[in-house]
């Protein structure tokens, strides 16, 4: 668990104090998608969320920044709740991958803290790119399920 | 909260400093650095991770490069074939043109493309004509400097009339345009050549009906530009002639022998007009209508003239035992209008105006008084210097339809020479006379008629003037008489 905790960007060293809330009232995120950034979609009423389209953005920080501190403070309370996160990219860049990881990673660790976790990895289906992106980021899930999800072009 | 895509890292780091700085043999050290190498091997496993999947983008790039050159050497080879087709089908077009396409160096002249029509307009295997100077196929070397000029000033030559030689020698109008281009890496000049040379031919046979200088006349450029109603007004000089005894001559001829006695004629008066800067109106028969829009000397020269070809005529008549002719001419000066008559199917070019009008009555009183040429006041007075003329004063007439009584003159410079010289010998007397005639002092007047025609006993004019103040003298006149002679007829 400390591991897990110090590889994730939200998980600095220091304790997370647990305590079961409702269903969060944060505010839903919805952006729009640019020529560099993917369309994000976080739906926190119904533990729904999703990113989709292309992402090498200028500054990583500056976009997603916001964007998982909210998204980690939310999963930070969950209790026997149900999430589901569909990633449906094209192309990301590095840096874009280490923000994934660790989304990855604290996916999975809500999973293992008692919550059911669904990722859905989408992907066109002559995108062997996308596809084996996908099947590296599952492999170390152990709580999470995980779907590879191929789409007809 | 913050965000730092690598504060796991950095997180690593300082746990790892705050262990080396605290006691190492201190209880819970070892459980420290054993989760600091945990935590080391989970960032390899995602550095690993991320260098793999750098390698695969990377892979994947290449690839597409690749794939990028693969589909740019296909379109460069699509773009060739493309290229090929398109000179293919442009060269089929021009070859096909029906207009002679010639490319010629700038700097030589040296024709480096023609396309197949060029040959046979130039009389020439087409593939015989590259190598060859433009300037060969120029009636007028210079026109290549002239249309070279014009391609620099102003960019591009359109429509021009070039006489084109051909190889036999022989003569086509081309109507010419230029562009300049760089063909074969060569600054060169196109000419696109358009055999006109019928088309010139039919307008210099409608030139016969309508002559270039009365196009000019009525500021027109081309026939075609001509409609009915144009016309100029001003002060001109206008000119009948007609020929005085072919009616008796054509009755001694056959149609084809009075068309080209007519013709002969004809061809020989004509051409004078146009020397003197008028032009024909037009033909009335034998009798021709022209106009002197500069001034009235060049109406009166012609007219010298005109009747100068006459006696030269005559000359040649007599010595095939023809009949010598007579021809009758009428000039007057003042403003008429000049312009094209008709309708929209036929139209033809006339004058207008009571001067004009007077003309024609003055050609007719040319027999009347025995004389070849009268003009009137108004042209006498519109002569530069009456002294190089041979002009004495003819009578006062009124014609027929006019009011107004008119001063009329003789011309007889192209009288034959002994009688122009007996003229000028009594000119003295003779105008001595016509003032007493006038003045009504009949004694005097028929005395100096006698004078003139004691030396000059073949002048018509002045036996006219003898029997007028010979009968004047017997019957007297009314105070109110002005000496007028009144025409009763045309």
Known sequence: MRIMMMILPTLPLKPISRTRTKKSKMNNINIEATERSPQIDFNFQESSFSIRGESYPEDVSEFYGDIIDQFNDYVSNLEEAEVTFDFELIYFNSSTAKVLMGLFDQLDEVASNGNKVVINWCYEEDDDNMEELGEEFGEDLEHAEFNMLPKAV | ?490
Not at chain 2, 77 to 86: G, I, P
Not at chain 2, 105 to 124: C, K, Q, S
Request: hydrophobic share 40%.
């Open chain 2, 1 to 490: 909260m913050s965000f730092d895509t690598f504060e796991a890292e950095a997180g690593v780091i300082q746990k790892a400093e705050e262990l080396l700085r605290g006691d190492l043999t201190a209880h819970g050290c070892r459980e420290g650095f054993e989760g600091l190498l945990g935590d080391y091997k989970k960032l390899l496993k995602v550095s690993r991770r991320i260098v793999r999947m750098s390698d695969r983008s990377e892979k994947g790039l290449i690839s597409a490069r690749n794939q990028i050159q693969e589909q740019q050497a296909s379109l460069e080879k699509a773009h060739q074939e493309l290229k090929r087709l398109s000179e293919h089908r442009l060269r089929t077009i021009v070859e096909a043109t029906p207009i002679a396409i010639i490319i010629s160096r700038v700097d030589t002249g040296e024709i480096i493309y023609t396309n197949a029509i060029a040959g046979p307009l130039m009389g020439v295997e087409t593939e015989q004509l590259a190598g060859r100077k433009v300037t060969d196929f120029y009636v007028d070397p210079s026109e290549k400097k002239f249309l070279l000029d014009k391609l620099k000033n102003d960019g591009q030559v359109d429509h021009y009339e070039l006489r084109v030689k051909k190889a036999d020698g022989s003569i086509l109008w081309g109507d010419v345009s230029q562009r300049y281009l760089v063909f074969n890496e060569l600054p060169c000049v196109l000419s696109a050549c358009n055999d006109i040379s019928h088309l010139k031919k039919m307008n210099q046979a409608a030139s016969r009906f309508v002559p270039a200088e009365y196009l000019s006349f009525l500021d027109k450029k081309s026939l075609v530009d001509i409609n009915l109603g144009d016309h100029v007004t001003d002060v001109m000089t206008v000119m009948f002639s007609d020929l005085r005894s072919f009616t008796s001559i054509s009755e001694e001829m056959t149609p084809q022998q009075n068309f080209n006695f007519v013709n002969s004629y004809l061809g020989r008066v004509s051409p004078v007009v146009r020397d003197f800067n008028g032009f024909i109106v037009k033909y009335l028969g034998d009798g021709i209508m022209a106009i002197f829009p500069e001034c009235a000397d060049d109406g009166v020269q012609a007219g010298i003239e005109k009747l100068n070809q006459v006696n030269i005529y005559n000359e040649e008549r007599s010595k095939v035992g023809r009949l010598p002719i007579k021809i009758g001419i009428g000039a007057n000066t003042g403003h008429m209008m000049v312009g094209m008559v008709g309708e929209k199917g036929r139209m033809q070019g006339d004058a207008f105006s009571d001067n004009v009008n007077l003309t024609s009555r003055l050609e007719g009183l040319t027999k009347f008084y025995n004389v070849s040429f009268i003009i009137s006041a108004a042209t006498r007075d519109a002569l530069k210097d009456t002294s190089k003329y041979n002009i004495r004063y003819l009578d006062k007439v009124q014609v027929k339809g006019k009011m107004k009584a008119l001063d009329l003159y003789e011309v007889f410079d192209s009288d034959l020479p002994g009688m122009r010289s007996l003229k000028q010998e009594t000119l003295e007397v003779y105008q001595q006379a016509m003032e007493h005639y006038f003045s009504k002092d009949f004694t005097a007047a028929q005395s100096l008629l006698f004078k003139v025609l004691q030396k000059n006993p073949n002048d018509k004019v002045a036996w006219h003037h003898l029997m007028n103040t010979t009968r004047h003298l017997e019957n007297g006149v009314a105070d109110t008489w002005t000496g007028v002679n009144v025409m009763a007829n045309k």
